[in-house]
Every structure is written in structure tokens, then in C-alpha cells.
């Protein structure tokens, strides 16, 4: 048998007990899983730093020195603190423990040489370690002053005295078990080519490593493998996909088309939105079918993209949907793609759920007999009963609530799929997108159309209200309309509503002379969808909301965004909300408010968002300051983050490569047949078995 395959009870030093909670715990249930659960950082015990050289803002340290006196002071009912004053011959600092004065004094004696490794703080002007790790120099072994590992553990494993420590040193007795190389999972052609390690080195070294380079290369080659295998997956699935499914060829550019740009554009398409009708051009006319993600930041013209690529299906024959999230929003679309087309002698309607009865049936009846040319409409296009006569393109407008599920039901309304273009405000940074989309091709509008004011944004605090109101009524006296927006927090519902009822309540009370729209998450569809409609018509000029306007609502003249509560949300999240601001001719404003007590990483954030309007710089921080799992928007799109080591807002690079190399081998052997890469499709296969979620993305 492997010997990686061993149960973990059998290695020294585990035995029943610790392996129910190393099982439990980690999931550590073999030697494999040990030797794969990777420290999350190491400390170079090479170095000794003299106690002259220390400061509180240094992370962990090494130092080395006596104990010259130990000393108690009392700190509660018989509770006692022991300082130990140590030296090292160039300065003196102070060992603290808070409890357990036997103890210490059972294990530290004084004028013996100690190896004391721990966070450096200060008390009282001078240099402390509380409860640091103390080794016996002269016992210290040679090993165990190189790069410490840094392993993750929970409390119940602390409890039961698997800590960081011990599991270092169980990976330790594991790596000194294994007498044969680990198996090698990359061929000699990826590993030479971008100077990776083994994987037999890089396994040793990631526990194990004698320097800080080896911690880099063992990081390095583990990462990549990972997220290589990733993208082979992806990548597979899609080949596969491709060679099932042909794409409609729609290489015609026709009358519709033509008359559209010649005619009716009433401007000139910025230099983005030509690249990327060019892009969707070349996939459409490419005879495979189309997959794209059009990413651009609000308002700067993806409808209008959108609009040219149904036109071109039109022009070959076929018909076009426009699917988006809310019936607001979808009669929102109508209006834009009616106005645009005016003249020309396209049908386009609306179905949605409140389209009913006889109707319904009118709207059922032209899809069928291909006489509407557009539908637009909400998810309820995706119903069986709505049959094409020949569906050729699809849009959908902002991409999370749209999973692969509700893809596959569209590819089934035309004998082959139609071509799909997921437009989405959101922006997610490329190396995501290539983890979680590997599938879907994506087209960026880095570009605004000319002449816009940007969002001015404003951090205030919540003591400036009554300055904040007056700016309000003056803007709303310009003739402008204003959000309001409270935060929702989880933990509690009702009082979240309770919090935006109260506060609705005092609004009105402070502005009297206006009239307000109140929507939350927890209305009805169509009372919210009617409050929304006044706001949108103009019959009330403040919306206090909850984030449930967070996506698509197009009010033009609403200029003012104000945010209470700021600091409750994330970064994406506010740059999404301030989005709806800033769509018309004049200067808009998205204000946040917060109370002065703001943590380093929340005022991080409301200073990005004053900064920059840049949806992809804020979407990268929101991505370094929370994590990908958090990215709104991500989590339902089917690729598992349960990567073991790899981090995809910092290995941005890695992914890149890991993405080119695995494109290479699919365009080389699509049929998985060439033997120099059946260790690949084998490892793929393994992987499938076990690892990740692979089939949440087929
Ligand atoms: P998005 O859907 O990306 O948020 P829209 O397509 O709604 O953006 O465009 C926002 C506004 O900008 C619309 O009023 C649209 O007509 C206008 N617009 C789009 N492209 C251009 C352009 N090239 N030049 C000027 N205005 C444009
Ligand atoms: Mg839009």
C-alpha cells in the first residue's frame, strides 16, 4: 500500500485520541492529508536579535540572554504576576506571566543561557514578552533554529495539546518516514520550463525549509500546481462543451445593423466599446459558441453593446433576449432599446411576470412565430412555456443571479445554443474571473463616455447631520432626487427594519416640505416595485433604502448618494451603491457617514472609496482586504475556493501562468489522447475523484 494512504493514528506521536481531533478538527484523516496541510507562515529563528535592537512594532523575534531576578506583583485576588527581568549583555527587557508563578518557576532558572522567542510589546517604557516560548539554549537543537513553520490549529485542538508546535513536529517524524520521492504530478516539461521544484522537494521544503528561499520555491511550485489543475479543469470542460455544442455562424452585418450605427447612434462609440464590439464580432461570426462576461463599471455603456450584438443576430435570422434581474429594470431596458431603435422596423417587447393573460399569450405567440425580434424580460423567460422560433443571442444583465444552471435552460430554447453575453457591473479583477469564469471569455469597457462629471465622494461624520440635511435640501431644491441608504446587518432582521423604520420616521419629521419612498428586503415584490416606480417617476425625491437598490436602478436625476453607516459595508458594495449616482449631466455626490470610531481596515476602506472611481483598483483592494470568498457575487458561480494554498487576489501572476500552460495542453491534444500528457489527464481525473467541487462547474 502507498504509505501516503497510512491512517495518521499509526504515526508516532498521534495514536487514537489525537487523530479523533486532528480528524475532526482538520480533516486529517491520513499521512497524505498531513503531509498537504501547509503552514500559513514561518519565522526565521536564524536570526538573534539583541534586546537594544527590539521594538513593540516587530513582528515575532528571537533573543537570547539570562534571567537576572524574578519579581511578583499582585493582581487580584490571589493572583499573581511573575516578571522575569532578562538580559542579554546589551539590554534588559521583561518576561511576563499572568498566572502560574509555579510553573515558571519549575521550568526557568536563574543565570541559565534561554533561547526566548515571542511578540515584543512594551509596558512601562520597556521591552515585554508576555507568555513567550522559552527553549534551553545549550538543548536547542541545530534544526530547530531555521525557518519555524506556522501551522494552523483550533482551540480544541490547543486543549488537547496539538498545537502549532506539535504539529510540526508530527509533519516532521512524517517527512522523515518517507524514505522513496514523492510522486511527481507536473511533467519535466512544466517543471523545467518555468523552474519549478519537484513535488517531492517542494513537499519537504514547505514543512521543512532551511532558508527563506526555499519557503518561496516550495510556495511557489505547491501554488502552481494547484491552481494549474484548476484551470485544466476548466478549460477541459469548456473544449469539451465547445466540441458538443456548435455556435450559430452569424458573420453577416446587415441592414439592422448598419442603419442602427448610421442612423440612430447618437454619439461615437468610445475607443473601449469598439474594441469590444470587435471582440464579440470575431466569437459570434467564429462558429463556436459565444461565452462572454462584458465587464464595465456602470454607466459606461455595456446596453449599448449590447444592443449592436442582438442587432447582428437579427441581421443572420435569429431573435434576441435581454434577461434582467428585476421587473423594474427590465422595463428600463425596454424604454432604452425602444428609444434607440425608434424608426426602425423592429419588434421588441416585455414579458415579465406581471404580463398577463391575454397579453401573455400575444408576446408567447410572437416568440413562437418569430415575429418579436427582442424580448426583454425577467427570469421569467427562462419558463418552458417561452418558446423561440429561432433564439440566436441572449444578454443577461449582471451575471450573480445568473448561475450555470440558468445558462444551461437558455441553451435549451434553440436547436443549438444561443450566443450569451453576461454583462456585469460588478468588477471582478481578471485573475478571479479566470478562476471562477475559466469558461467564459471576458471583454472589459475600461472607458466612460466623454463629458461625464465623476461622483465627488465625501466622508462625513455622523455628528455632521444637520450640515449633511441642509445640502440635501439644497440639492433637492435644484430639482434633484437623493438616496438614502441604512445599512443591513445579518444578525438581526428585525431590528434592521426597525432601525430603517425609525429612521424613515425621523426623515420625514426633518423634511417636511418632501416627499419620501421607503424600500426594504422585506416588502412585498410589488409594493417595493411601487415605491420604486414613484422614485423613478419623480413623485417623491428621497428613496431611504436598505441595499436592496444595489443593483441597476437608473435614475438619472438622482445626484446624491448618502450611505449611513458606512463602515458596515464592503468595499464592492459601496462602490455598487455609489454607482447608481452620477448617471446624468450633473455633478453627483455619494456621501459616507460613519461615527468616529473606525478601525484602520474600515477607514482604509472609506478613503479608497473617496480616492478612486475606479471599479477595478477597488474591486483589487476589496480583494486584498477581504479575501476572494467574501467577493460578492462569487459565491454561487460554482468553482469551490477550497484552494490549500494557493491565494487568487495575491497570486495573480501565478494564475496567469497557470492559465497559459494549461491552454497550451488543450489546444495540443483536445481529445486527451497524446501519451506525453497522460500523467496530466490521470492526476485530472484523480482530482475529480476527490479534491475539489469539480462538478458544480459541468
Ligand atoms: P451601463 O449599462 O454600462 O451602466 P449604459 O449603457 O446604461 O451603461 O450607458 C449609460 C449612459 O451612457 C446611457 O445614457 C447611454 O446612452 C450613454 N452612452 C453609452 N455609450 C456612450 C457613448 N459612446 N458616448 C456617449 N454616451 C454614451
Ligand atoms: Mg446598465
Redesign the pocket.
Known amino acids: 500500500m502507498d504509505i501516503l494512504s497510512q491512517d495518521i493514528m499509526y504515526l508516532q506521536g498521534v495514536g487514537p485520541r489525537k487523530k479523533e481531533i486532528l480528524s475532526r478538527e482538520l480533516g486529517i484523516r491520513t499521512y497524505r492529508d498531513l503531509l498537504e496541510y501547509f503552514p500559513y507562515k514561518y519565522v526565521d529563528r536564524t536570526k538573534v536579535y539583541l534586546i537594544s535592537e527590539l521594538s513593540p512594532d516587530m513582528p515575532f523575534v528571537q533573543i537570547k540572554g539570562r534571567i537576572i531576578r524574578f519579581e511578583e506583583t499582585e493582581t487580584g485576588k490571589r493572583r499573581k504576576r511573575v516578571i522575569a527581568h532578562f538580559t542579554d549583555g546589551h539590554g534588559i527587557c521583561d518576561l511576563v506571566w499572568f498566572n502560574g508563578t509555579k510553573y515558571v518557576y519549575q521550568n526557568y532558572q536563574l543565570n541559565r543561557e534561554y533561547v526566548v522567542f515571542g511578540k515584543p510589546g512594551v509596558f512601562n517604557g520597556r521591552i515585554q514578552f508576555s507568555h513567550p516560548d522559552i527553549d534551553d539554549a545549550a538543548q536547542l537543537q541545530l534544526n530547530d533554529m531555521g525557518m519555524q513553520p506556522f501551522y494552523i490549529t483550533t482551540e480544541k485542538m490547543k486543549k488537547a495539546g496539538i498545537t502549532s508546535r506539535a504539529v510540526e513536529k508530527l509533519t516532521k517524524t512524517l517527512i522523515g518516514k518517507l524514505s522513496e520521492p514523492l510522486e511527481e504530478t507536473l511533467p519535466p516539461f512544466i517543471t523545467s520550463h518555468l523552474h519549478l521544484i519537484s513535488r517531492d522537494a517542494a513537499l519537504r521544503k514547505i514543512h521543512y525549509p532551511r532558508s527563506v528561499d526555499d519557503t518561496q520555491r516550495a510556495r511557489v511550485r505547491l501554488k502552481f500546481e494547484e491552481l494549474f489543475y484548476v484551470q485544466l479543469n476548466i478549460l477541459r470542460y469548456a473544449s469539451d462543451h465547445r466540441r458538443k455544442y456548435r455556435g450559430y455562424i452569424f458573420n453577416r452585418i446587415g441592414a439592422q445593423f448598419n442603419w442602427f450605427y448610421t442612423h440612430n447612434l447618437?454619439?461615437?462609440?468610445?475607443g473601449a466599446?469598439k474594441r469590444v464590439m470587435h471582440e464579440i464580432r470575431a466569437d459570434m461570426a467564429g462558429g463556436r459558441q459565444m461565452n462572454r462576461l462584458l465587464q464595465?463599471?456602470?454607466?459606461?455603456?455595456?446596453?449599448?453593446?449590447?444592443l449592436m450584438s442582438m442587432l447582428i443576430a437579427i441581421d443572420n435570422g435569429y431573435q434576441a433576449c435581454m434577461m434582467a434581474p428585476t421587473e423594474i429594470l427590465a422595463e428600463q431596458h425596454l424604454q432604452?432599446l425602444r428609444n434607440?431603435l425608434k424608426g426602425m422596423n423592429l419588434r421588441i417587447e416585455l414579458l415579465t411576470g406581471i404580463i398577463k393573460g391575454k397579453r401573455r399569450r400575444e408576446v408567447l405567440d410572437g416568440l413562437m412565430d418569430g415575429s418579436i425580434h427582442i424580448v426583454v424580460g425577467t427570469h421569467a423567460l427562462l419558463e418552458d412555456k417561452v418558446q423561440f422560433h429561432r433564439l440566436g443571442m441572449a444578454v443577461v444583465?449582471e451575471q450573480h443571479r445568473f448561475g450555470v444552471a440558468q445558462r444551461a435552460r437558455l441553451w435549451g430554447k434553440s436547436e443549438n445554443p444561443p450566443h450569451i453575453l453576461v454583462?456585469t457591473?460588478t468588477p471582478i479583477p481578471r485573475t478571479l474571473a479566470m478562476t471562477i469564469y475559466g469558461d467564459l471569455d471576458v471583454s472589459v469597457?475600461d472607458e466612460?463616455?466623454?463629458?461625464?462629471k465623476p461622483i465627488q465622494t465625501l466622508h462625513k461624520y455622523d455628528d455632521q447631520m444637520p450640515s449633511l440635511y441642509n445640502g440635501i435640501r439644497q440639492q433637492i431644491h435644484l430639482g434633484r432626487q437623493v438616496y438614502i441608504v441604512y445599512p443591513l446587518i445579518k444578525e438581526s432582521e428585525r431590528m434592521d427594519l426597525k432601525n430603517l423604520e425609525d429612521g424613515f420616521a425621523a426623515l420625514c419629521d426633518i423634511f417636511p416640505e418632501f416627499r419620501l419612498s421607503k424600500v426594504h428586503g422585506k416588502m412585498k415584490d410589488k409594493e417595493k416595485e411601487a415605491e420604486m416606480q414613484k422614485f423613478v417617476s419623480g413623485q417623491t425625491q428621497i428613496l431611504v433604502a436598505t441595499t436592496v437598490i444595489e443593483v441597476?436602478v437608473?435614475v438619472?436625476n438622482a445626484s446624491v448618494m448618502v450611505i449611513l453607516d458606512a463602515q458596515r459595508f464592503g468595499l464592492s458594495q459601496l462602490h455598487q451603491l455609489r454607482?447608481r449616482v452620477g448617471?446624468g449631466a450633473d455633478q453627483s455626490y455619494c456621501i459616507l457617514v460613519t461615527s468616529h470610531r473606525l478601525t484602520k481596515e474600515t477607514s482604509r476602506r472609506i478613503d479608497i472609496m473617496c480616492e478612486t472611481n475606479d471599479g477595478f483598483e477597488i474591486a483589487e483592494a476589496d480583494l486584498k482586504l477581504r479575501g476572494p470568498g467574501d467577493l460578492e457575487g462569487t459565491q454561487q458561480s460554482g468553482i469551490a475556493f477550497d484552494l490549500k494554498i494557493a491565494d487568487i487576489a495575491r497570486d495573480g501572476q501565478i494564475v496567469q501562468m497557470a492559465r497559459e500552460e494549461a491552454q497550451k495542453i488543450i489546444d495540443d491534444d483536445p481529445d486527451c489522447r497524446k501519451s506525453e500528457y497522460s500523467l496530466l489527464w490521470n492526476r485530472l481525473k484523480t482530482l475529480r475523484k476527490t479534491n475539489i467541487d469539480w462538478a458544480s462547474i459541468s
Open positions: 447618437p454619439f461615437e462609440l468610445t466599446q464595465g463599471d456602470v454607466g459606461s455603456g455595456k446596453t449599448l453593446v449590447a432604452t434607440f444583465d454583462m457591473a469597457i466612460l463616455p466623454p463629458g461625464r441597476g437608473n438619472p454607482g448617471r
